[in-house]
């Protein structure tokens, strides 16, 4: 092979290479998918997780989904009221306006939980449900304490708490709704930050059905509801539930109860004073009430005089 035919060669496949650029530029314009200047800066606004709490495959997709409308500029929850308000100036919006939610869950029970076999599998709440009808716990609608929530947090904001049960840090949590997906048994719930006061536990069942399955349970009595001020609490299908627009965090209904069930659990000085201070206002009402009867019949028998 002589000096001319590799020259030849070589020039023929630069000619090659020229040609088959110039056509791959030429459908590369021609076919060319023009993307909205918008949609990178969406996405630089979102939390970069691709935790898929907005529903939406990654932050990709959710600033697909915002820019066409099909998502609110707050879909991405861990970006925050910060992020939102970027998305929605990038969007020619207002920026929205709202308190912070955060995730919470609705059960206490835990080592307080009656358990019906000591659980040996795979350490995954939906796996432990499918073992013998998830009847682990005698309570069927308490936490199982296995962790896929804490597995499914991309922001360290759960961990199973020393009772058992799985408890949120609101400081850390930014509601992005992986636990709530998670959760085979639906207890985590978004709250507003500011909360105080939670009925922390989910059991439908009556009174002494709900005490035999575990200890801390709510057993629908009624004393929350009945000492609210606000008409904030409400026994709902047998468990007491919070309106949260109407609580003022006021924590008499957690001093009321019988069971512990509503949080912040108050200590025996504060179960003592709150007693104390009941029997004082009923003993007052009486009072009150007995002289009212006794100046009526005062009245009665001078105008029959």
């Not at 998305?87 to 306006?97: D, F, L, Q, R, T």
């Not at 536990?201 to 801390?216: E, I």
């Amino acid at each position: 092979m002589d000096f001319m035919t590799i020259l030849y060669a070589v020039l023929v496949l630069g000619a090659l290479a020229v040609i088959f650029g110039l056509i791959l530029a030429v459908a590369a314009k021609a076919f060319e998918v023009k993307v909205d200047p918008r949609l990178p800066q969406i996405q630089d606004c979102l939390a970069g997780a691709n935790c898929g709490g907005c529903g939406y495959p990654g932050c990709g997709g959710c600033a697909e989904a915002i820019l066409a409308g099909k998502a609110p500029v707050t879909a991405c929850a861990p970006a925050g009221a910060e992020g939102a308000a970027k998305i929605a100036a990038i969007m020619g919006m207002e920026a929205p306006s709202g308190e912070k939610m955060v995730a919470h869950v609705l059960c206490n029970g835990g080592v307080n939980a009656k358990k019906n076999f000591e659980y040996r599998g795979v350490q995954d709440c939906l796996a432990a449900t499918k073992v013998c009808g998830g009847s682990v716990l005698d309570c069927k609608y308490g936490c199982l304490g296995f962790g896929s929530c804490v597995a499914a947090c991309q922001f360290d904001a759960l961990h199973i708490g020393e009772n058992g049960a799985a408890v949120v840090d609101k400081e850390k949590c930014t509601n992005c709704g992986a636990c709530r997906e998670a959760c085979p048994r639906h207890l985590i719930v978004e709250v507003p930050y500011k909360q105080k006061v939670f009925v922390n536990c989910s059991n439908l069942d009556k009174g002494p059905a709900a005490t035999k399955v575990c200890t801390n349970s709510c057993i629908g009595c009624g004393l929350c509801e009945r000492t609210c001020k606000f008409d904030a609490i409400h026994v709902v299908n047998g468990v007491a539930v919070i309106d949260y627009s109407k609580c003022k965090n006021c924590t008499m209904c957690a001093k009321a109860c019988p069971k512990g069930a509503i949080e912040p659990i108050p200590t025996a000085e504060e179960k003592e004073k709150f007693k104390a201070a009941q029997k004082a206002a009923a003993e007052k009402k009486a009072a009150a009430a007995k002289a009212a009867a006794e100046k009526k019949a005062a009245e009665d028998a001078k105008s029959a005089e």
